[in-house]
């Protein structure tokens, strides 16, 4: 070792994280390792609690169900998203401003009135309902995945919205400029420049929202019906219905490696940007403002 | 001068103490005839306001040494959790006495209801791990505005049969207020066949209705459901038909075939208040206690000494009461106690599926 020993701690910069990791200690990682324990070892080593998730006949259901659900939620977050954080870097800041208001607005709501919201609108007799049955179509969308899918949609585009709008606004518009005057047709300039240059913010956004929807139980349970559950439903139902703590535990593991595999095959297409590190970078795959 | 590594190992010990401290071991036992604070938990709600009243203040009246805390709502999931962690702040729990049954010297304390006076009191009131307080009468009920009195629904299978009585059904995905045992009767089992339950059956008949169904994971849940015109045909338990009737809600009740159920309480294992809950319970099947609780929810009362003077909404739920001109299934406590688990998980199992 060439650093003499008592260089090895950086001592004071590193009490300052102490405090954060004492918690994460304890709300993460204890619950966590608690977890893993149960799912293998319930009463003696075994990998059964792991083998019946893939025989059970529900759980793969379940999880295929909420994997299409996640898809869909992602696809409607990135087509409203994506224009709306283009347009938002393409107007005055005063409008900018408001914009992005709308955007937090549901943020600082609780996530209860919202999601009792949807119910109210989603539900029998509620304006959806009445809109179509003056169709003749009496549809009702509350208790269904459809209905979740668009609860769960609005209640997550300001994760796909805030990446994308700090990934677009960094790009120069001058490149677009450049590629006119060497005689581009302006779809080919978005296709060849714009969008490689705001795809780390796409990617972003994709695995923010993708991977909260995997996980979300509070609209699923309110907006959605026991019959059509979504993974986060079923771990509370096997956790408080049926006591199945290891079940539920080697579920709950299961969802969360699931989940780590996709971040971290998705970010190899984010360059720098990625969900992980979105918050502390500005796009350096995007040329910089003062570049002659 | 403190290096960094010791402050994280002074740190960490401190924590594991704190850890340590709140996983607990073994609390001792709480002498009975000192102060003691009951932990009660149940439904929440008017029902829970009304055990208050009926059960908690009149014994605090006569036992000045025990008063309450309540808490809701009674999940075995945390029963189970407080059990394992050997950190049971729960006394009294209200549960399907199935659940304690099979549950019993594992999740609930083996109670000794010798000294209770068994004469009066409904079969299957007293249990090795529980004592019932009520029997819920679990019938089938429409919303009056939503079918014409001449085409309406009034037996288990109408309530299944789709063609003639279409709008939403509203069930309980709990098995104690008659999911299973509808759906055979509708399939034609009679009452007094209905046990050992035909799971697989009971599922088979359900999948019939399974998308026209709203199923809530609570009776709150239905009682609201129902209250805000979401369902047209479902089973609610009495004590939620009543407060739904005291609310102006216009009701119809299908008095042909009823699955009634006993409603319980057990003492969570390792309670260090055991003995105070044990003596606590004993009251609730006095004739005072069960008079109180029936008069205020409408249940029909476990102690047949007992003679509540019902309100007139409590008297149209009354299922041992002139109104109820059809039959009643009562559920068998015996056959659930050895089947609650693998029934509650298979029946879980289908509904997600």
């Known amino acids: 070792m060439a650093d003499p020993p008592q260089r090895r701690i950086p001592s004071p910069q590193w009490l300052l994280v102490l405090p954060a990791l004492a918690l994460l200690a304890v709300i993460l990682l204890v619950p966590l390792g608690r977890s893993l324990t149960y799912s293998v070892d319930a009463p003696a080593w075994t990998l059964d609690h792991y083998t019946a998730l893939f025989t059970d006949g529900v759980t793969l259901t379940v999880l295929a169900r909420t994997a299409l659900t996640a898809t869909i939620v992602t696809i409607v977050a990135v087509l409203l998203g994506y224009p709306y954080a283009y347009l938002m870097t393409r107007v005055g800041p005063r409008l900018r401003g408001l914009l992005m208001v709308i955007v937090l607005v549901p943020f600082w709501t609780s996530v209860m009135a919202r999601n009792f919201a949807w119910i109210i609108i989603l539900q029998r007799g509620g304006p959806v309902n009445s809109f179509f049955k003056l169709f003749g179509w009496d549809l009702v969308l509350y208790e269904s995945v459809a209905g979740v899918t668009i609860a769960m949609s609005q209640v997550l585009l300001p994760f796909m919205v805030l990446p994308l709008f700090s990934a677009l606004s960094g790009i120069d518009r001058r490149l677009l400029l450049a590629a006119r005057g060497l005689g581009s047709h302006p779809i080919t300039a978005f296709w060849k420049i714009y969008w490689p240059l705001s795809r780390g913010g796409v990617v972003a956004g994709l695995i923010l929202v993708f991977t909260l929807s995997l996980g979300f139980y509070v609209t699923p349970a309110l907006v959605g019906s026991p019959q059509q559950s979504l993974v986060a439903q079923l771990l509370g139902q096997r956790t408080t219905q049926l006591l199945d703590f290891p079940g539920a535990s080697a579920l709950g593991i299961l969802v969360l490696v699931v989940s780590l595999a996709l971040v971290s095959w998705a970010n190899r297409f984010g360059g720098t940007i990625s969900a992980i590190g979105v918050a502390a970078s500005t796009p350096t795959n995007a040329p910089t403002k003062d570049r002659p | ?353």
């Not at chain 2, 659940?99 to 209801?113: K, P, S, Y």
């Not at chain 2, 105070?276 to 929810?297: G, H, K, M, P």
């Open chain 2, 1 to 353: 001068m403190p290096t960094p590594r010791r402050a994280l190992t002074v740190l960490s010990a401190t924590m594991m103490t704190a850890v340590l401290a709140a996983c607990g071991g073994q609390t001792a036992a709480v002498n009975p005839d000192g102060d003691v604070t009951l932990t009660f938990t149940a439904y929440g709600g008017a029902g829970q306001e009304a055990m208050i009243n009926a059960y908690q203040k009149p014994y605090t009246a006569a036992h000045p040494n025990v008063t309450f805390t309540n808490t809701s709502p009674p999940d075995l999931a945390q029963v189970k959790a407080q059990v394992m962690s050997k950190n049971v702040t729960w006394d009294v729990v209200a549960l399907a006495p199935a659940a304690a049954e099979q549950n019993c010297g594992t999740l609930f304390e083996e109670l000794d209801f010798s000294g209770v006076d068994k004469t009066n009191l409904v079969e299957g009131t007293v249990g090795k791990c529980y004592i019932a307080n009520w029997i819920n009468a679990n019938p089938i009920a429409y919303r009056t505005s939503a079918y014409p009195a001449t085409a309406a629904p009034k037996t288990p299978a109408d309530f299944f049969d789709l063609q003639k009585f279409p709008g939403k059904r509203g069930l309980l995905t709990n098995v104690q207020n008659g999911l299973l045992e509808y759906a055979l009767l509708a399939d034609g089992v009679a009452p007094d066949a209905m046990y050992p339950l035909d799971v697989d059956r009971a599922l088979k008949k359900l999948d019939t209705i399974k998308s026209v169904t709203t199923f809530a994971p609570n009776v709150g849940a239905l009682q609201q459901a129902v209250g805000a015109n979401q369902v047209d045909v479902f089973v609610l338990p009495d004590s939620r038909l009543v407060p739904l009737l005291d609310a102006g809600t216009d009701l119809t009740i299908c008095w042909d075939t009823t699955v009634t159920a006993l409603n319980g309480f057990g003492v969570p294992k390792g309670s260090p208040k055991a003995e105070a809950a044990r003596r606590f319970l004993e009251t609730l099947v006095t004739t005072d206690d069960v008079e109180a609780i029936s008069e205020a929810l409408g249940t029909a009362p476990i102690n047949k000494a007992a003679k509540p003077e019902l309100s007139d909404n409590a008297k149209k739920v009354e299922v041992y009461g002139p109104v109820n001109t059809g039959k009643t299934v009562q559920q068998d406590v015996g056959w659930y106690a050895s089947n609650f688990d693998a029934v509650t998980t298979k029946v879980n199992n289908w509904l997600v599926g």
